[in-house]
């Protein structure tokens, strides 16, 4: 019988599965799509503007978005999530060159930035795992201009997305990715909720978008095969192919921005 693979987030060691870079690297592309669409509906140029990202992990978000022409500023409460983003932006940095990225570890309930610093605030992997979100949302508002947009993806409450989150991604031996707790249907919101939320800080959402794997079998298979270690991470975005659904009601995962009323 093979042995089961160590899960662990953050971690450094190539042998673990950390569930939280797996959802990194396949939502990479979708999100990016969504910026940049986003940024063409309210009027934003990414050159000579301020991003912040809550909840950036190893920073691969963070990066795609100073290739957009961002100069970015990456957050979050892994002080080892921070070492390693560090550690890749300096690798892929040229010699000479400007980090375009400051790499920084605090709670998204204090982020230690300045008030109305950032264009955009995009916040991953924050919302689905947060307990209290208002403290969460009050440091965003708090740190987006006045003509700035935020920008979020996070989970929906449904029969479906508990399915894959609280069961098939935390308890079932085949397809665990994450540690036992990350998630919990409380902190599982709706578009509705997340509406009710934002408007609660002064924030009026603009816009929600679905986005899924063009196949959900994919998602199984590539989820099996990362914990098998017949995949790495770098090879799970095209085997799931995550898109973009502005049409359809998000069953699991859902893009949305508000911006200050």
């Keep these: 019988m093979a042995r089961a693979p160590r899960i662990e987030l953050d971690s450094p060691l190539p042998e673990t599965v950390d569930g939280r870079q797996i959802r990194a690297v396949a939502f990479q592309a979708s999100r990016l799509e969504y910026v940049d669409k986003t940024l063409r509906s309210v009027g934003l140029t990414a050159a000579g503007s301020r991003a912040l990202v809550v909840g950036s992990g190893r920073g691969l978000l963070a ?20 070492a390693i983003a560090r550690e890749t932006g300096e690798r892929e940095t040229g010699e000479g060159e400007r980090a375009a990225v400051r790499y920084e570890t605090a709670p998204p309930e204090e982020l230690g930035v300045a008030d109305a610093a950032f264009d955009l605030v995009y916040y991953a992997d924050t919302f689905e795992v947060t307990p209290a979100l208002d403290p969460v949302l009050a440091e965003g508002a708090r740190a987006l201009a006045p003509d700035g947009v935020l920008i979020y993806d ?108």
């Design 154 to 261: 996070t989970v929906n409450r449904t029969p479906v997305s508990r399915l894959i989150y609280l069961i098939a991604f935390q308890r079932l031996p085949m397809t665990r990715i994450m540690p036992p707790g990350r998630y919990a249907a409380e902190r599982l919101r709706t578009p509705a909720e997340m509406t009710e939320a934002l408007r609660r800080h002064g924030l009026r959402n603009e816009d929600i978008c679905d986005f899924k794997p063009r196949d959900p079998r994919s998602l199984v298979k590539a989820t099996m095969d990362r914990r098998r270690g017949r995949i790495t991470d770098e090879e799970i975005p095209p085997i799931v192919d995550f898109v973009l659904a502005p049409d359809t009601r998000p069953q699991v995962t859902y893009l949305g921005y508000a911006r200050k009323v």
């Design 63 to 82: 990066r795609g978005l100073a290739g957009l022409g961002f100069d970015v500023v990456a957050v979050d409460p892994s002080a080892s999530a921070t």
